[in-house]
């Protein structure tokens, strides 16, 4: 009896006592060797600041996040998602605070060009989004890329396009000499979005694409490029590039089928460089997809934006703490956690393939012409355009079908 | 002394107490859920915002909505494979274990068994392996000379449905067995020896004296299996996530989805609550067909 009231007693000192000098952090798992990293020196740096973090993968995550932040005692800061269905509702309800005055304090507004952090900005109703104050910052970019396998490109006697009809060429001399031109983890629905990305990318003008985002139900979908760019997926698709078996592969079975040399492409995110890179070595290369006319488009935005909860006893301390993963001194950090910063970093890229995605990487954010994600646009969205896309690339819906679909749901 | 042995008039209400514990489990995650689930469902609520009444109108949107419908069609081709099938397979296995006697039966059972026991989600991955492009289902389709057959099964817009309700044949089709096992050993055994007299082969056998003996398992097996087939979520969620676009979709995973990423959880309670009502009207059903005549 004496040793439970002995170990209670100690519980409850340990945690109330260090309450008022701890920050709780709830994260993304993706995010887990980044906030291990940043935490230890924050530790070090604030003598008497205990960090306690917790991780949820994609999935878990994303379903709960809304009621953990609307707790009685939520984390102080949180991953969020930007759109109306996890960033707006959590405005719409209060339960997170403007960054202006850190921003400001910070000086975070003055890292990036102008408009590049439209994907942070909500009216205080949480009712428009794009513009008004800032809800949310990241550290961190991911852009949706070309990788590709070098060795193949090289023997099948092509470089790197300059043009989207050069990849498509690419495409073609790939699959007639027997190779899979685009590795494409199809079942599980959302890479297709990325692949659409970069082909919507290509023919839309991106702001066209980020206005439409931000405002669906106002904002146009079925444009005649988007048409065209729609009608040059379904054309890849009934050509073959894909493979015939891209639905029945999950995201994670296409990229290490990538990496044991199948396919030549690979159209998916900066968040896989690092894999890539082990996976690979010297053998993978990456560039920006090239428009119709030149120039780079595609999908991408920063990572998920960090959010400090308006119930949170110690804002000041969350936004310290962000004021560290934002700062200067950790971008190298992140680097070597195999993440691509939003800021130059200032140490020498680690590796061939790290070179080839920050140019990749510049090169998109010098264009303005990151695209955000699709599925951002409404709530329904997420569903409806993997569901439409896996129909498009298993020839069980048409372009028209599509465009059809996404232009319906735009208004909900 | 001898008031132990009146008959009591009174309820001995400290019986209850006994039950207490359990039945307010029982109202605390059971009852109160379910009316909580039943009021929400006349709301418009984002799971975190104040509810709004809107009456009946989550209801008349989801039988409006085309995909919830076919949804609904698509947890009926599951009815076949969840239920029909199972029950089928495991009479046909009952029927035989009456007439050949097997060595070592025990173990052929706990075998054919093994597959109730497992965790969905070890199901549902094992066998998003064996189907998969490159799995051993196709490996051995190719290598027997049917490399026209072998496909993306679960990635196959006319295929992945079935697919994935075999995976429910083959978990299923254990417990029928089972059930239908331990029914027979109860018919009494001067039943067949009189059908022998009669000079009844194994199939009049079958359908004379084990088929009907076996109603009170059939219900049990129908009713269990029907329940699943419709209120099944986690083997859709692992497989295929009702894709490729909507070919697998079923009602459990629209409930999913709106309740847990598109913000709707009254249209979500809405759907659950006809969900519930459709599970209802369908065990009602089976009861009412197989009713004992008087």
Known sequence: MKKIFLLISTILLVSFGSKGETLRILAESGDEATIAAAASQFEAANPGVIIETNFLGWDDFMATIKLKMADNNPPDLAHGNQGFTVDGTLIQSGLVIPLDKYADQYGWKKLFARGALAEFLWSDDGNTWGSGN??????????????????????????????????????????????????????????????????????????????????????????????????????????????????????????????????????????????????????????????????????????????????????????????????????????????????????????????????????????????????????????????????????????????????????? | MDNIYRPQKKIDYSSYLYILPAFIFYILFVLFPLGDTFITSFTEWNGISEKKWVGLEQYSKNLSNKKIISSIKHSFVLIIFYSFLPIIIGLLIAGIMIRVKIHGMATYRAILFLPQILSMIVVGISWRWIYAPKGPLNSGLDFIGLEEVSRAWLGSFDYALPSVGFIGTWVMFGFTMILFIAGVQKIPTELYDAAKVDGAGAIAEFFNVTLPSLKGEIIVALIFTVTLALRNFDLIYITTGGGPGTSTMIPSMFIYKKAFQMNQVGSASSLGIMLTLLIFTLVSLILFIFREKK
């Open chain 1, 134 to 412: 800032l809800y949310g910052i990241s550290p961190v970019a991911e852009d949706v890329i070309v990788y590709y396998n070098k060795e193949k490109l090289k023997s099948l006697g092509l470089s790197v396009p300059s043009k989207f009809s050069e990849f498509e060429k690419a495409l073609r001399v790939s699959k007639d000499a027997g190779e899979l031109p685009i590795a494409l983890g199809g079942a599980d629905g959302w890479p297709i979005i990325h692949v659409w990305g970069l082909v919507e990318g290509a023919f839309v003008d991106p702001n066209q694409t980020r206005r439409w985002i931000f405002d669906a139900k106002n904002v146009k979908f079925d444009t005649p490029n988007r048409i065209k760019a729609a009608t040059k997926l379904a054309d890849m698709a009934k050509a073959g590039y894909f493979g015939s078996d891209s639905l029945g592969i999950g995201y994670d079975d296409a990229n290490a089928m990538f990496i044991d040399g199948e396919g030549v492409f690979n159209l998916t995110g900066t968040w896989m460089t690092a894999d890539f890179n082990s996976g690979m070595g010297d053998n993978v290369g990456a560039f920006a997809m090239p428009r119709w006319n030149g120039g780079v488009a595609g999908g991408g935005s920063f990572a998920l934006p960090w959010h400090i909860s308006s119930k949170s006893s110690n804002p000041d301390l969350a936004a310290k703490f962000l004021a560290h993963l934002m700062s200067n001194e950790f971008v190298d950090d992140l680097m070597r956690v195999g993440r691509v910063a939003a800021q130059a970093p200032t140490i020498a890229p680690t590796s061939n393939l790290q070179v080839e995605v920050i140019a990749a990487s510049n090169a998109l954010v010098g264009a303005n012409a990151k695209t955000f994600y699709t599925d951002w646009a409404t709530p329904g969205m997420y569903d409806t355009v993997t569901q439409e896309l896996q129909k498009v690339i298993g020839g069980a819906a048409s372009a028209q079908d599509f465009i059809d679909a996404m232009a319906a749901e735009s208004l909900n």
